[in-house]
């Protein structure tokens, strides 16, 4: 079936640093979504992509607007706030959202 | 803007017993509902898809008999989960979307069996 894969898997960074996570797709997808998932557990929405790129801060995320079948998301200057697990989603054709497995990121001083 | 609540946000059940969550869409027609697991760490899986005027479809591994979902109009859904054990321990989610946008989330219900 579908799916997603999620890179890297884990990131250990020192503040100020600029880092880039990617998912790539099986398919074309309709649409990306990025969060970030605190140790507590909630989940915060970074971004929603049906094309093309977002920026919000120093994050930016990118959608392939060709294909349809990659996204990334940079995160640049990076703080220790920033620690956390990044999850992508992606929408298939048939509008079910499949899920990355996750890049643990950890933001060092 | 749009919003969705999810309640509650924790729970602790005794092995056995059943729980319920419950999902409200806010500021938005929430005509399709999915609810996700994120057993410790993993990262989450699909359980169901419920579209208003449509059956409940689950996916493999997931059953009605297990997590009956109820979905009665286009600003809310509940989704129980029957007979806890160990297992079924997790943080779930709900999210929903009007078909057009994106899938708005809760902040998920997260599930202690003990």
């Known amino acids: 079936g579908d799916q997603v894969e999620q890179s890297p898997s884990a990131l250990s960074l020192h503040e100020g640093t600029d880092s880039a996570l990617r998912c790539n797709f099986t398919?074309?997808?309709?649409?990306v979504q990025w969060f970030r998932q605190n140790s507590r557990g909630s989940l915060i929405s970074l971004f929603y992509?049906?094309s093309g790129t977002k920026e919000n801060g120093r994050l930016k995320s990118a959608f392939d607007s060709k294909e349809r079948r990659y996204s990334t998301l940079h995160i640049r200057d990076a703080q220790l706030e920033d620690s956390g697990t990044y999850f992508c989603a992606a929408e298939a054709s048939n509008y079910q959202l499949i899920w990355g497995s996750g890049t643990k990121l950890i933001i060092k001083p | 803007g749009a919003l969705v609540y999810q309640y509650p946000r924790r729970t602790i059940c005794k092995s056995g017993t059943s729980m319920r969550m419950e999902c409200q869409a806010v500021g938005f027609q929430a005509t399709s509902v999915a609810w996700y697991r994120q057993s410790p760490q993993k990262t989450f899986e699909l359980i169901a898809l419920s579209t208003v005027n449509s059956a409940i479809k689950y996916e493999q591994n997931f059953t009605q008999e297990k997590f009956p979902i109820s979905h009665p109009n286009l600003s809310f859904s509940s989704m129980t989960v029957l007979n806890a054990y160990l297992e079924d321990r997790g943080l779930y989610l709900c999210g929903a979307e009007d078909g057009n946008t994106e899938v708005f989330f809760g902040k998920g219900t997260r599930l202690t069996v003990v």
């Open positions: 992509l049906a």
């Open positions: 398919t074309t997808m309709r649409s």
